[in-house]
């Protein structure tokens, strides 16, 4: 349509590959960091050029209105991200913990990640998408066992061994699809692109795009964490250095969740394929029960919100599989603030875990009082992260649990409870955590609290007060979904 | 329109892949296992060529060329060394028997033919009886890693997947290019993988056996 | 009706005077290949006839049954051997039973000796027969899955209908029928007590299986024994002979010539499968026990998935 559409299109997915080479030669650490961020608020600028300038479609690349909202959660997130990792690779030099060769090699992967991401969300074809998410995943695996600790190298190879599952299911429903389209579309890269699948897919043959659906929802759904293929994601989120926690948290999971709606879209648009609701709500509705239940136990921080993202994907994923413009209005926003909220905790978490020398939760006490800002900041979060109110996630949960009354009652009081369950056991780890008499080691913390600051405010903002622009996009989108 | 002998090759070579994707269920030593992994690329690359014959698709030889020179030999080659260099040469344990391994993987073949056969009636014979046939080396593969706890298995049967995916992909007539690009792409990763995890778990115990990792999980009090 | 029935005879007859010689063909080769000169080739024929003029010896524990069990076993084998299609098809008996019966004859035969190796009460026979149960019970399934693949591949249980149908040209590449045919073999090794599940020519207490069942019989009973396990040898090879290499078996109602060609061709296919055999048995070593459940267990697999796989195939 227009060239400077194609240039901001362009651009999104050139600058973190460029980056990733250049900061691959960076030798200085501090340098790189910076730069880390610089290349990060570039990709950021350009997403939001995105809401002015729209490309046409191609056979490989697509901007619509749903990826459009991804891209642009995706790429602020990860420049907060990059703020916040360049304060915590920071300490992470003084301390020893990563040499000057792994922290360039770190940088690096940190862009190839955030490439992988942008060309997940931007594909226009199943195959390309396929290839981007699993590049993603694959960075992340490397980053996971960057500390070669024994524990975070069984993390590392859990995570790939069950990734590489999901990697062969997806492709293997990714086939099937091809397979179904190429009956109607014709062989060729047509068949493989979003676009045309939508369009054409009241003709494909239900059968074959049922069974590709089972396969992507199990292959696509490892990689969002949803329970029985989750036990990867609590490992991953310990052992890995707190960024990465955050960007897998925060956007990684959401880029496979995407995957899988960019999926069900095509299924629905078919009217004798199998409905991929029940199939969503039931995997997602599990998640939230498990992981609500897993919380209690937990003895490591990260772990600790590790399973509250699996909870919170599993209520996203339940949103979009009632369907409806309500719930899926209310799971793209529940998406968005909890990749906020979430990368927020772990901004926390990472410096909370620097300061107190661990991450066992049994040994950090009272940080109201030994840190303030770190432990307010904290509390915040999991106020948040708890789904109380006035946070954006009250509004999003409560949102999904009254559409959901309407329909299934009894499916939105197992929701409703398993939500309660989470909330007792986040507020009584908050309460060991932040208040109390502090005990053992502390160093004085050096933290930005800037991403921190300004995740926070943005989600309670969003529980307070949405702009109406924001609110008709989002709307748009959802009835597009269903 | 394909001829019975095509289809009777075509078939004769998936046929194989399932038999060896079982012949590496059965293996209880190392070397066996990394030599029937060799078997398993070869017989891949030779069903996958076959197919570039018939489709008249020359770039499938590619995919064919890749699986057979990095699969079927360096691969292999590679793993040889380090199973010499490591010392692991011996008896692989698995978790569970191999008797009921064998019964469970017979048990996937027949799921997988169930699934694939009725629905993919009129996708074409060829594209049929691959898509059966993959799904098997596919949950083959997936049964190998769940029964072996052992580092070098488990990527074997991670590529045997691959295998069982480079079939399903050779098999659905005319699909772009984008599979190609990312069946190299995995190999790539395999043995990147491959390097970076054999040689850090032995740099920090000694071993390869993933079982021993377990109890460096973080969640010890 | 009169040419089937004396082919039929022709054949039980032929089956009978050629089993022996095969047993001493395969030793004769097998003593060559490992540098000894070995016995003469007649060999069988003259120990069959001296166990004959021997006087039996039995146990004072034997019932009658220890006495019936021989008699049994060879009518058994025999009958089994006369419906196999060796150098003709249209054989009289063919009409009556199928590849099933041959089964079913044949572990008839075996439960019979394996009752008389309990009969007499020694340990021996009693090792003998549990270890003989054990086999039977992995390599019978076996044959069974060997028996459904090629029946559904021809659409017949009958083996003169299976081997015209492999000669025809519906047949093609077939993953299933290598299968089918690797497992054949597997089960015909373990059948026959051949290396590597047992060694025909060693009484070895620790090893062996078949010797140790009949270890208490003598004289007559011990000949017939024997003849039923040689001819038992040659069944086997006959059925692999005419269901995967056809070539050359007379058809019913063809002339003279044609029959002469087939037992030219049959006493080839046999001198092939017994040089085969002694190569095989002489380049592998024996296994131990705890390893026949393997070996039968993979032969098992093979024709589960031969069966298995035939779905996917062509529909011929």
Same mark, same amino acid.
């Given at each position: 349509?227009?060239?400077?559409?194609?240039l901001?299109?362009?651009?999104?997915?050139?600058?973190?590959?460029l980056g990733a080479?250049?900061?691959?030669l960076?030798?200085?650490?501090?340098?790189?960091?910076?730069?880390n961020?610089?290349?990060?608020?570039?990709?950021?600028c350009c997403?939001?050029?995105?809401?002015?300038?729209?490309?046409a479609?191609?056979p490989f690349?697509i901007?619509?209105?749903?990826?459009?909202?991804?891209?642009i959660?995706?790429?602020?997130?990860?420049?907060t991200?990059?703020?916040? @990792?360049?304060s915590?690779i920071?300490h992470?030099?003084?301390?020893?913990?990563?040499?000057?060769?792994?922290?360039?090699?770190?940088?690096a992967?940190?862009q190839?990640?955030? +490439?992988?991401?942008?060309l997940?969300?931007l594909?226009?074809?199943?195959?390309l998408?396929?290839?981007?998410?699993?590049?993603?995943?694959?960075?992340?695996?490397?980053?996971v066992?960057?500390?070669?600790?024994?524990?975070a190298?069984?993390?590392?190879?859990?995570?790939?061994?069950?990734g590489?599952?999901?990697?062969?299911l997806a492709?293997f429903?990714?086939?099937?699809v091809?397979?179904a389209?190429?009956?109607?579309?014709g062989?060729?890269l047509?068949?493989?692109?979003w676009?045309?699948l939508?369009?054409?897919?009241s003709?494909?043959?239900?059968?074959f795009?049922?069974?590709a659906?089972v396969?992507l929802?199990?292959?696509?759904?490892?990689?969002v964490?949803?329970?029985?293929?989750h036990?990867?994601?609590p490992?991953?989120?310990?052992?890995?250095?707190t960024?990465?926690?955050?960007?897998?948290?925060?956007?990684?999971l959401?880029?496979?969740?995407f995957?899988v709606l960019?999926?069900?879209s095509?299924m629905?648009a078919n009217?004798?394929?199998?409905?991929?609701?029940p199939?969503?709500?039931t995997?997602?509705?599990?998640?939230?029960v498990?992981?609500?239940?897993?919380?209690?136990r937990?003895?490591?921080i990260?772990?600790l919100?590790?399973?509250s993202?699996?909870?919170?994907m599993?209520?996203?994923t339940f949103?979009?599989?009632?369907?409806?413009?309500l719930?899926?209005f209310?799971?793209?926003l529940h998406?968005?603030?909890?990749?906020?909220t979430k990368?927020?905790?772990? +901004?926390c978490?990472?410096?909370?875990?620097?300061v107190?020398?661990?991450?066992? =939760?049994?040994?950090i006490r009272?940080?109201t009082?030994?840190?303030p800002?770190?432990?307010?900041s904290?509390?915040?979060g999991?106020?948040a992260?708890?789904?109380l109110?006035?946070?954006?996630?009250?509004?999003?949960?409560f949102l999904?649990?009254?559409?959901t009354f309407?329909?299934?009652p009894?499916?939105?009081?197992?929701?409703?409870?398993?939500l309660l369950?989470?909330?007792?056991?986040?507020?009584l780890?908050?309460?060991g955590l932040?208040?109390?008499?502090?005990?053992?080691?502390?160093?004085?913390?050096?933290?930005?609290y800037?991403p921190?600051?300004m995740?926070?405010a943005?989600?309670?903002?969003?529980?307070?007060?949405l702009?109406?622009a924001l609110?008709?996009w989002?709307q748009?989108?959802?009835?597009l979904? @269903? | 329109?394909i001829?019975?002998?095509a289809?009777d090759?075509a078939?004769?070579?998936?046929?194989?892949?399932?038999?060896v994707?079982? =012949?590496?269920?059965?293996q209880d030593?190392?070397?066996?296992l990394?030599n029937?992994?060799?078997?398993?690329?070869?017989?891949v690359?030779?069903?996958v060529?076959?197919q570039?014959y018939?489709?008249q698709?020359p770039?499938?030889?590619?995919t064919?060329?890749?699986?057979?020179?990095?699969?079927?030999i360096?691969?292999?080659?590679?793993?040889h060394?380090?199973?010499v260099?490591l010392?692991?040469?011996r008896?692989?344990?698995p978790?569970v028997?191999?008797?009921?391994?064998?019964?469970?993987?017979i048990?996937?073949i027949?799921?997988?033919?169930?699934?694939?056969?009725?629905?993919t009636?009129q996708?074409? /014979?060829l594209a049929r009886?691959?898509?059966?046939?993959a799904?098997?080396?596919?949950?083959?593969?997936l049964?190998?890693?769940i029964?072996?706890?052992?580092?070098?298995?488990?990527?074997i049967? +991670?590529?045997s997947?691959e295998?069982g995916?480079?079939?399903?992909?050779t098999?659905?007539?005319?699909?772009?290019l984008?599979?190609?690009?990312?069946v190299?792409f995995?190999?790539?990763?395999?043995?990147i993988?491959?390097?970076i +995890?054999l040689?850090?778990?032995r740099?920090?115990?000694? /071993?390869v056996?993933?079982?021993?990792?377990h109890?460096?999980?973080?969640?010890?009090? | 009706?009169?040419?089937?029935?004396?082919?039929?005879?022709?054949?039980?007859l032929v089956?009978l005077?050629?089993a022996?010689?095969?047993?001493?063909?395969v030793?004769?080769?097998k003593?060559?290949?490992v540098?000894?000169?070995g016995p003469?080739?007649l060999?069988?024929?003259?120990?069959?006839?001296?166990?004959i003029?021997?006087?039996?010896?039995?146990?004072?524990?034997?019932?009658?049954?220890?006495r019936?069990?021989?008699?049994?076993?060879?009518?058994? /084998?025999?009958?089994?051997?006369?419906?196999?299609?060796?150098f003709?098809?249209?054989?009289?008996?063919?009409y009556?039973a199928?590849?099933?019966?041959?089964v079913?004859?044949?572990?008839?035969?075996?439960?019979?000796?394996?009752l008389?190796g309990?009969?007499?009460?020694t340990?021996f026979?009693?090792?003998?027969s549990?270890?003989e149960?054990?086999?039977?019970s992995l390599a019978?399934?076996a044959?069974?899955m060997?028996v459904?693949?090629?029946s559904?591949?021809?659409?017949s249980t009958?083996?003169?209908?299976?081997?015209?149908f492999?000669?025809?040209?519906?047949v093609?590449?077939?993953?299933s029928?290598?299968m089918?045919?690797?497992?054949?073999i597997?089960?015909?090794?373990?059948?026959?007590?051949?290396?590597?599940?047992d060694?025909?020519a060693?009484?070895?207490e620790?090893?062996m299986?078949?010797?140790?069942?009949i270890?208490?019989?003598?004289?007559?009973?011990?000949?017939?024994?024997e003849?039923?396990?040689f001819?038992?040898?040659?069944?086997?090879?006959s059925?692999?002979?005419?269901?995967?290499?056809?070539w050359?078996?007379a058809?019913?109602?063809?002339?003279?010539?044609?029959y002469?060609v087939?037992l030219?061709?049959?006493v080839?296919?046999?001198a092939?499968a017994?040089?085969?055999?002694?190569?095989?048995?002489?380049?592998i070593?024996?296994?131990r026990?705890?390893r026949?459940s393997d070996f039968?267990?993979?032969?098992?697999?093979?024709?589960?998935?031969?069966?298995?796989?035939?779905?996917?195939?062509?529909?011929?």
């Amino acid at each position: 349509m227009n060239l400077s559409g194609e240039l901001v299109l362009a651009a999104i997915l050139v600058i973190p590959a460029l980056g990733a080479g250049v900061l691959a030669l960076v030798a200085d650490d501090r340098k790189g960091a910076w730069l880390n961020v610089f290349i990060s608020f570039l990709t950021f600028c350009c997403a939001l050029a995105l809401l002015l300038e729209r490309p046409a479609s191609g056979p490989f690349l697509i901007v619509d209105d749903l990826n459009a909202v991804f891209v642009i959660i995706s790429t602020l997130v990860a420049f907060t991200t990059s703020v916040f @990792s360049a304060s915590y690779i920071a300490h992470e030099l003084d301390t020893g913990h990563l040499t000057h060769a792994f922290l360039r090699f770190y940088h690096a992967m940190y862009q190839m990640l955030m +490439f992988g991401m942008n060309l997940a969300l931007l594909s226009n074809n199943i195959g390309l998408m396929w290839v981007a998410v699993e590049l993603a995943t694959l960075t992340t695996v490397v980053m996971v066992g960057i500390y070669r600790t024994p524990a975070a190298l069984e993390a590392a190879w859990k995570y790939f061994l069950l990734g590489s599952v999901g990697i062969a299911l997806a492709l293997f429903g990714t086939i099937l699809v091809y397979l179904a389209a190429r009956a109607v579309v014709g062989e060729g890269l047509d068949a493989m692109a979003w676009d045309v699948l939508v369009a054409n897919a009241s003709g494909f043959d239900p059968a074959f795009l049922n069974l590709a659906f089972v396969f992507l929802l199990l292959g696509y759904g490892t990689k969002v964490g949803l329970v029985p293929l989750h036990a990867w994601l609590p490992d991953a989120h310990a052992e890995g250095p707190t960024p990465i926690s955050a960007v897998l948290s925060g956007l990684l999971l959401n880029v496979a969740l995407f995957a899988v709606l960019r999926f069900k879209s095509i299924m629905s648009a078919n009217p004798a394929a199998l409905a991929p609701g029940p199939l969503m709500v039931t995997l997602g509705l599990a998640s939230v029960v498990f992981a609500a239940l897993m919380l209690y136990r937990r003895q490591d921080i990260k772990r600790l919100f590790a399973y509250s993202s699996i909870e919170h994907m599993g209520i996203i994923t339940f949103a979009f599989g009632m369907g409806g413009p309500l719930a899926n209005f209310a799971g793209l926003l529940h998406m968005a603030l909890h990749s906020l909220t979430k990368s927020a905790i772990f +901004f926390c978490v990472g410096h909370i875990a620097q300061v107190k020398g661990t991450q066992r =939760m049994a040994d950090i006490r009272g940080l109201t009082v030994s840190h303030p800002t770190l432990g307010w900041s904290l509390g915040l979060g999991v106020l948040a992260i708890a789904g109380l109110p006035p946070m954006g996630l009250f509004m999003t949960e409560f949102l999904i649990i009254t559409s959901t009354f309407a329909r299934a009652p009894v499916l939105a009081i197992v929701l409703g409870v398993s939500l309660l369950i989470g909330l007792g056991a986040l507020l009584l780890r908050l309460n060991g955590l932040a208040f109390g008499d502090p005990d053992g080691r502390s160093n004085p913390s050096k933290a930005s609290y800037l991403p921190i600051g300004m995740h926070l405010a943005l989600v309670f903002a969003a529980g307070i007060w949405l702009p109406p622009a924001l609110v008709a996009w989002f709307q748009y989108v959802a009835a597009l979904l @269903s | 329109m394909i001829t019975p002998l095509a289809f009777d090759v075509a078939h004769l070579f998936a046929g194989s892949l399932v038999l060896v994707s079982f =012949m590496l269920l059965y293996q209880d030593r190392m070397t066996g296992l990394v030599n029937t992994f060799a078997l398993h690329a070869l017989v891949v690359s030779f069903s996958v060529a076959w197919q570039a014959y018939i489709q008249q698709a020359p770039h499938l030889y590619i995919t064919a060329a890749i699986a057979l020179g990095i699969k079927a030999i360096v691969i292999p080659v590679v793993l040889h060394r380090m199973i010499v260099r490591l010392g692991i040469h011996r008896t692989i344990e698995p978790v569970v028997g191999v008797g009921l391994t064998m019964l469970a993987g017979i048990g996937l073949i027949a799921l997988s033919i169930m699934v694939m056969l009725p629905i993919t009636a009129q996708a074409g /014979t060829l594209a049929r009886e691959d898509l059966a046939f993959a799904l098997s080396v596919i949950l083959l593969g997936l049964l190998m890693m769940i029964s072996r706890r052992n580092a070098v298995s488990q990527v074997i049967g +991670f590529m045997s997947i691959e295998n069982g995916l480079i079939l399903a992909a050779t098999g659905a007539k005319g699909m772009p290019l984008v599979v190609e690009i990312s069946v190299a792409f995995s190999i790539l990763v395999a043995l990147i993988v491959i390097g970076i +995890f054999l040689f850090r778990i032995r740099e920090r115990f000694e /071993t390869v056996d993933i079982h021993l990792l377990h109890e460096h999980r973080g969640e010890q009090p | 009706m009169m040419a089937d029935l004396f082919v039929q005879f022709c054949e039980m007859l032929v089956v009978l005077g050629l089993a022996p010689l095969l047993a001493g063909y395969v030793r004769t080769l097998k003593a060559r290949l490992v540098g000894r000169r070995g016995p003469p080739l007649l060999q069988p024929y003259r120990d069959l006839l001296r166990l004959i003029r021997k006087e039996v010896v039995l146990a004072d524990s034997a019932s009658w049954l220890f006495r019936a069990a021989p008699y049994i076993v060879f009518a058994a /084998t025999w009958v089994a051997a006369a419906l196999v299609p060796t150098f003709a098809t249209g054989l009289l008996f063919n009409y009556a039973a199928d590849m099933i019966a041959i089964v079913a004859l044949l572990a008839s035969a075996r439960f019979m000796l394996a009752l008389a190796g309990l009969d007499v009460g020694t340990s021996f026979g009693g090792i003998g027969s549990s270890r003989e149960m054990m086999i039977a019970s992995l390599a019978e399934p076996a044959m069974v899955m060997v028996v459904f693949t090629l029946s559904l591949l021809a659409g017949s249980t009958q083996l003169s209908s299976i081997a015209a149908f492999m000669q025809g040209p519906g047949v093609g590449l077939r993953v299933s029928l290598a299968m089918a045919l690797v497992a054949l073999i597997m089960v015909a090794i373990a059948e026959n007590a051949r290396i590597p599940v047992d060694n025909p020519a060693t009484h070895l207490e620790l090893t062996m299986v078949h010797e140790a069942m009949i270890i208490e019989y003598s004289g007559r009973h011990l000949a017939l024994i024997e003849l039923a396990s040689f001819v038992k040898l040659l069944l086997y090879i006959s059925i692999i002979g005419c269901v995967f290499a056809p070539w050359g078996i007379a058809v019913a109602g063809q002339g003279l010539e044609a029959y002469l060609v087939g037992l030219a061709v049959y006493v080839v296919k046999l001198a092939v499968a017994g040089l085969l055999l002694a190569l095989f048995e002489t380049a592998i070593a024996k296994m131990r026990v705890f390893r026949y459940s393997d070996f039968l267990g993979s032969a098992l697999m093979l024709g589960v998935l031969a069966t298995l796989l035939l779905f996917v195939s062509r529909i011929a």
